[in-house]
């Protein structure tokens, strides 16, 4: 089940908010958010909802173990039992095929396997239950006694497919007791409502603009088609994957639950480093805080550090070799920055690094797209024309004409321009906000019809 369905819509979310607030018992409550989210996960894998519940009791289990041992080899021994187990599941299912596709084919044997269908939200969840044992064994917060919060916090249907990231101790004391106002509830509406219009009106509208330029034959494609599809792609990717932590986001304020910002306008941005302090900011923290400070951080082996994360970025997304380039691509990019680009930057207009950015995240893109190698260096070259290929057609003019209007919404989306009109003590923050529920509800009604029908409505991150 997606947030962007009308089963979901006007089924699920109503039928679960109902219950929900019928009950004022919290224990309960939190029954009925569980069932409803094991619901929501079962909806469309009913099979992997075992594996899991065997990942809560799993890390249930060691988090118990890692606090009664506290201090002794015990403990020490049951947080690295825990991380074992998670990472391997996650390596069993996602994967154990690239590992064997790969031996194979360096050391020409014939190791058997199997492409199992990845588990969906598993790299999420898998995470929040790694951050749960590490919080524990850090004594940044005691174990959870109870099961059935656990699997709450793990399985909760708003962030358990597709994030965001939210750690144990973000929300814990959230379990236990949540304040639910109106104010909280409408702007948990609102909140929702943007995040399902930028997936539906501007993702699914980006994306099928951009599966004519990148999916087409490439012997054909111009210079200005190449840079207009990865563009388009570029938009698609921010609005499907901001609009769900969006709508994630919502669907917790209506709960009660209230989650960290997961992006933060990225593409406003003058840096890689910056690109990456705004861009899916949840996975940018874990990576951060369990895996680069753990491993010495800037004090020691600083670059092996460094690429020891940026490979795992690019492997979290995906078990292809595009995946790790395209994580790789970036750790090159910060790095270099480091060294000389920003200083470089700091003496020219900000215009320049601005360009440099875009540019820079539209080149990541391209490895990002293509999952064959060869593929994404032929689109690179028809980019920057090294492919003897026409700068531009007729159709691809025809496209960007037809499609202005589209363009320069999407554009104004990708920047904080309306959130500050709405912020002024101006008539025109006081027009927004007042108009606000109508325009939410417009916004509503236009997506429905949209998701009547449309057989195009995918989420690219269910798919990592």
């Known amino acids: 089940m997606v947030f962007s369905s009308l089963i979901f819509l006007y089924a699920f979310l109503p039928i679960t908010l109902l219950l929900f607030f019928i009950i004022k018992n919290q224990t309960y409550r939190n029954f009925v958010l569980i069932l409803a989210s094991l619901l929501f996960y079962a909806w469309g894998e009913p099979v992997w909802v075992s594996l899991l519940l065997f990942t809560v009791l799993v890390d249930y289990y060691f988090g118990l173990k890692v606090?009664?041992?506290?201090?002794?080899w015990q403990s020490k021994a049951a947080l690295i039992s825990a991380i074992t187990a998670n990472l391997a599941v996650l390596a069993f299912?996602?994967?154990?095929?690239?590992?064997?596709?790969?031996?194979?084919?360096?050391?020409?044997t014939q190791l058997p396997y199997y492409q199992y269908g990845l588990p969906?939200?598993?790299?999420f969840?898998?995470?929040?239950?790694?951050?749960?044992?590490?919080?524990?064994?850090?004594?940044?917060?005691?174990?959870?006694?109870?099961?059935?919060?656990?699997?709450?916090?793990?399985?909760?249907?708003?962030q358990l497919v597709a994030g965001p990231i939210v750690r144990y101790k973000d929300i814990a004391q959230q379990i236990d007791q949540r304040v639910i106002t109106l104010a909280g509830f409408s702007e948990g509406i609102t909140r929702f409502t943007i995040g399902l219009a930028k997936k539906v009106l501007?993702?699914?509208?980006a994306g099928e603009l951009a599966g004519a330029y990148l999916n087409g034959n490439l012997a054909e494609a111009t210079v200005l088609g190449a840079w207009f599809g990865i563009t388009l792609f570029a938009l698609q990717i921010y609005f499907d994957f901001s609009g769900y932590s969006d709508m994630a986001i919502g669907l917790g304020r209506m709960f009660g639950f209230t989650f960290k910002e997961n992006f933060n306008h990225p593409y406003v941005s003058?840096?890689?480093?910056?690109?990456?302090?705004?861009?899916?900011?949840?996975?940018?923290?874990?990576?951060?805080?369990?895996?680069y400070i753990p491993l010495g951080g800037n004090r020691s082996h600083h670059i092996r550090n460094m690429f020891v994360v940026w490979f795992l970025t690019g492997f979290w997304h995906g078990a292809s070799w595009n995946f790790i380039v395209w994580g790789l691509y970036y750790g090159l990019l910060i790095m270099l920055e480091k060294k000389f680009l920003l200083s470089?930057?700091?003496k020219l207009p900000k215009v320049f690094s601005h360009v440099y950015l875009l540019v820079a995240a539209l080149v990541g893109w391209v490895f990002f797209y293509y999952t064959e190698f060869a593929k994404a260096i032929d689109f690179l070259g028809i980019m920057f024309g090294l492919a003897n290929r026409q700068l531009v057609n007729q159709d691809v003019i025809t496209a960007i004409y037809n499609n202005c209007t589209f363009l320069a919404l999407a554009i104004i989306g990708c920047t904080p321009v309306l959130a500050k009109l709405q912020s002024l003590k101006n008539p025109w923050g006081r027009y927004l906000e007042v108009g606000k529920p109508v325009i939410c509800f417009a916004l509503l009604i236009v997506c429905s019809v949209l998701l009547v029908g449309n057989s195009y409505n995918p989420f690219l991150y269910f798919r990592f």
């Open 120 to 123: 969906l939200g598993i790299s």
């Open 67 to 72: 606090e009664k041992y506290r201090g002794r």
């Open 125 to 158: 969840y898998t995470f929040q239950a790694i951050c749960y044992v590490v919080d524990v064994y850090r004594g940044e917060m005691t174990c959870q006694k109870s099961f059935p919060k656990l699997l709450l916090y793990i399985s909760l249907f708003p």
């Open 344 to 346: 470089l930057f700091a």
């Open 202 to 205: 501007l993702a699914n509208t």
């Open 270 to 291: 003058t840096s890689a480093t910056e690109f990456w302090r705004r861009w899916h900011i949840s996975l940018g923290s874990f990576f951060r805080d369990y895996v």
């Open 93 to 108: 299912f996602k994967y154990s095929a690239f590992f064997a596709e790969n031996i194979n084919l360096l050391f020409h």
